[in-house]
């Protein structure tokens, strides 16, 4: 999984530097195509499967804010 992770992120940022660069030379056809569809897969693709990587398995109760936990503080 971590390996699919990597590649998906280099593959996505990889095609949101090349349509930047082509949008700086002024093929701004593609290169909008390009910038949208890499911000579109890292935003709805990628940032979900990332998040379900990394706290797969992990107690996330010690990071939630309750009412018990409010009042041990005080």
Request: positive net charge; contains cysteine.
């Amino acid at each position: 999984m971590r390996i699919f992770l990597n590649i998906l992120f280099w593959s996505l940022a990889s095609f949101l530097f090349c349509g930047l660069y082509l949008k700086e030379n002024g093929t701004s056809g593609i290169s909008e195509i390009l910038i949208g569809f890499s911000v579109f897969a890292l935003s709805f693709l990628y940032l979900p499967i990332f998040l379900y990587h990394r706290y797969k398995g992990k107690d996330l109760s010690k990071y939630t804010l309750d009412f018990k936990k409010l009042r041990k503080k005080e």
